[in-house]
């Protein structure tokens, strides 16, 4: 066998060794082509987490629990996981009977927010009205539901003196800081109402503007500032669109509106915030119901 014979031999054992094992130049690439075409994981959604729930044992356990779940499926992060935690995780957190947040998950049901499959679970609806009657039933949450599950775009803010006709709730105040919010349907980008608040300065310099494009008034001042809310009280009159109102609402001039104003009051008895809101006529409407126990 010639030289130049041998050396092919050589070549051909080393090409099936090559084959055989995988450790040639063409596995080598190979192997890095398939690491390429696999895909990167899809990271999960966020859980959906609910608000937490001080409990007020004079009111039905069962509206506090469903409000404030509402408040947090309205008001939950755009990437949230569409799937709730299950009915004994949900009691859990909230601190009643499976039985109660039954009968919550059943006033959410039928409001359309959410829907409930057997041994499947339970799902936000994608195309939820963020929009309904207000309720007034003395729980904060219930405030703090209403105003949840719209954007929110702060038209302003800052230290003015204090009006008038509010001088009554800050009679120790020469200013206030002043916001003005309006709020859009997310779906059809409709704009539903808008708002003035009037905070005593000491706790305006502890709020985050930002905070406001994401949460009510109501719940920054709760959830982030550490507010302690004793009580809040409500006005609602029918009234007609000023010129300011019939702009920003995109309604005729004079057309019927509801205005709300909303006084809220800490621990100490101390007005912290007085809120006027102007809601369009044809999208709102307002119940009360008074519980005999």
Known sequence: MTESQERAGADARRADGDATTGTGAGAVAGAGADARAVPAPVPHPPAFAPDSLVLNRKLPLWYQVSQSLRASVLGRPQDASARLPTEEQLAAHYGVSVLTMRQALKELETEGLISRHRRRGTFIEPRARRVSPVRLLGSVDAIVAQQSGEATTVLGHGPTAVPGDLAEFFPDCAEVTCYRRLRRDEESDEPTNWAENAVRPDIAARIDVADLERWPMTKVL??????????????????????????????????????????????????????RIRYRGDRFSFSVTVEAH
């Open 222 to 275: 709760r959830d982030v500032v550490g507010v302690r809310i004793s009580r809040i009280t409500d006005t609602v009159e029918a009234r007609l669109a000023d010129p300011v109102t019939a702009e920003l609402l995109q309604v005729p001039l004079l057309s019927p509106i509801l205005h709300y104003t909303g006084v809220t009051y800490d621990a100490e008895g101390r007005v912290v915030d007085v809120a």
